[in-house]
């Protein structure tokens, strides 16, 4: 069908949700993207940080197609070896004690939040828990993850939403400890805020957070859904922190494209759920596990976080000339392949010549361009996203 007809045909049928970029992508290649009309695209968002692998790994590829003729969906009445093993590689890579799979990231945060909620009554007998949360965080767009979402135009739409949640100021440890009483279950926050705008946590403060959960009894809930599995060069965001959480939320590249996500815990917390408090028909069925379980056997492999150590350092090298080069670049910030540029003026027609320059970014908020590519892009590639990018602010800006 003609790109315009499919765009014109998909506007009719699909709800107003999105803002889409005029693109009707057919397939992809190593890093890049194609239309149905052959246009290619170096691919500098894999999907919003899901396809760590790229799009040509036969290995990921025939292992799903292997697990199609043999099993798809069980349900979760019997055990299934995929599951099993896709358990065994979160619990290790995570220092987790048990693991629930889930259909999204924002379905792992729901499930974290009821973790919490319910060791929080196991342990004092009473149901009314809070939570603290982060100004300017995401956590997804469920009502539960919502609810712990620090934007209060994502929230107001859709109150009243589950009570009991404060926000702290993220970075800023008096905020939070300022927010600790006797009815606080556990602090929620991202290792590295995403939408938010690429905002590392500073090291003082996560550890600051932790020795305050310790102190106070609460659980810590860190929410890895688009820093974890190597997109900060560990598999996790917080090993860079000498900190372990009690919660730990996954999704995105945990399945490289497969919709899978996870919520892990340790200790008490991962036995705070008992049969009949939570659940899900599809979530850890033996395709999606399969797919979990191979991501991990290629990390392994192909030495992803190998790459990312060789080639994050020449993006943020990159991206520092470009700061340099550009007067309205006024920031740059992140960690590993998880980096932003902070424009002083909004970025979405910078952001659309770049893709008219045959490069896909995305925003993170309206003036920071993240950089969140397949985790095994090389450094050739990072130069034609630079000339891409180049080319759109001198188009947009002079």
Excluded at 232 to 241: K, L, P, R, S, V
Excluded at 291 to 309: I, K, Y
Excluded at 320 to 347: C, D, W
Excluded at 362 to 391: C, N, Q, S
């Amino acid at each position: 069908m003609e790109k315009t007809k499919v765009i014109q045909n998909a506007e009719s049928v699909l709800m107003h949700t999105y803002g889409r970029y005029p693109l009707v992508l057919d397939h992809g290649e190593d890093v890049y993207l194609y239309e149905t009309d052959g246009t290619k695209y170096l691919d500098f968002a894999a999907g919003i940080a899901v396809f760590a692998l790229g799009y040509s790994d036969d290995v990921y590829k025939q292992a799903l197609k292997d697990q199609i003729d043999k099993l798809l969906h069980t349900s979760n009445y019997y055990y299934n070896e995929p599951g099993l093993a896709a358990a065994t590689c979160v619990c290790k890579s995570s220092g987790m004690d048990r693991v629930f799979f889930t259909n999204s990231g924002a379905e792992a945060v729901e499930g974290a939040i009821k973790v919490a909620r319910k060791w929080y009554y196991k342990k004092h007998g009473v149901a009314n828990s809070t939570i603290i949360a982060m100004d300017h965080s995401f956590h997804g767009r469920t009502l539960g993850a919502v609810s712990v979402t620090g934007k209060a135009a994502y929230r107001e739409p859709f109150e009243p939403l589950i009570g009991g949640v404060k926000f702290a100021t993220y970075n800023d440890l008096a905020s939070v400890e300022a927010l600790f009483d006797d009815t606080t279950a556990a602090v929620i926050m991202e290792t590295v805020q995403g939408e938010g705008g690429i905002h590392p946590a500073d090291p003082e403060f996560l550890k600051g957070v932790r020795k305050l959960c310790d102190e106070r009894g609460a659980l810590l809930i860190l929410d890895e859904i688009q820093c974890g599995m190597g997109r900060t060069g560990t598999m996790f965001a917080y090993e860079q922190y000498g900190v372990k959480p009690d919660v730990v939320t996954m999704a995105k590249a945990l399945g490289c494209g497969v919709p899978v996500g996870a919520f892990a815990a340790r200790g008490e917390a991962a036995e705070a759920l008992v049969p009949g408090d939570h659940g899900s028909t599809y979530g850890g069925n033996p395709f999606v596990c399969k797919a979990v379980e191979t991501v991990f056997a290629e990390f392994e492999r192909l030495d992803v976080l190998g790459n990312v150590a060789k080639v994050a350092p020449y993006l943020w090298e990159t991206l520092e000339a470009i700061k340099a080069e550009f007067p309205v670049v006024v920031n740059h910030r992140g960690i590993g392949f998880m980096q932003g540029l902070q424009f002083s003026v909004p970025i979405g027609e910078i952001v659309k010549k770049t893709m008219a320059n045959g490069c896909i970014l995305i925003a993170a908020g309206a003036d920071v361009i993240r950089f969140i590519p397949p985790l095994v892009v090389t450094k050739e590639h990072v130069d034609e996203m630079a000339t891409a990018l180049r080319k759109a602010i001198r188009e947009v800006v002079g």
